[in-house]
């Protein structure tokens, strides 16, 4: 049995790049430049991307349910300094999801 490649995988699942990125939009709350950043990424990123940002918005209801968990996790009683929560809005859903998971978050990769 030989493995899919990524291109083989999202005109699988998705049918287009264009329909994957239409997919990862709303799922990340990406704007214009963003969503043109995702169309010159590679299959495999983009599957990585969605796949990630479906499991945020599963386990913790988005960007901002993530960011509470890791202040949870980070800080005493979950409550971080004033600026942190603003710098982590600038991450990617990617690097929150990989940071909780270093904390020692429990998020499952299933």
């Known amino acids: 049995?030989?493995?899919?490649?990524?291109?083989?995988?999202?005109?699988?699942?998705?049918?287009t790049r264009h329909d994957l990125v239409k997919a990862i939009v709303?799922?990340?709350g990406a704007d214009d430049a963003e969503k043109k950043k995702l169309l010159g990424t590679t299959n495999a990123k983009l599957l990585r991307i969605?796949?990630?940002?479906?499991?945020?918005?599963?386990?913790?209801?988005?960007?901002?349910?993530l960011i509470d968990a890791i202040a949870k996790l980070q800080f005493q009683g979950g409550k971080p300094n004033a600026g942190w929560r603003?710098?982590?809005?600038?991450?990617?859903?990617k690097r929150l999801f990989d940071?909780?998971?270093q904390?020692?978050?429990?998020?499952?990769q299933g």
């Open 50 to 65: 969605h796949e990630v940002a479906s499991l945020v918005n599963k386990q913790f209801g988005g960007k901002a349910g």
């Open 99 to 101: 940071k909780h998971r």
């Open 26 to 28: 709303p799922l990340i």
């Open 1 to 15: 049995m030989t493995t899919k490649t990524p291109k083989q995988l999202l005109a699988e699942r998705f049918g």
């Open 103 to 108: 904390l020692g978050g429990q998020a499952s």
């Open 86 to 93: 603003e710098k982590m809005s600038g991450f990617t859903v």
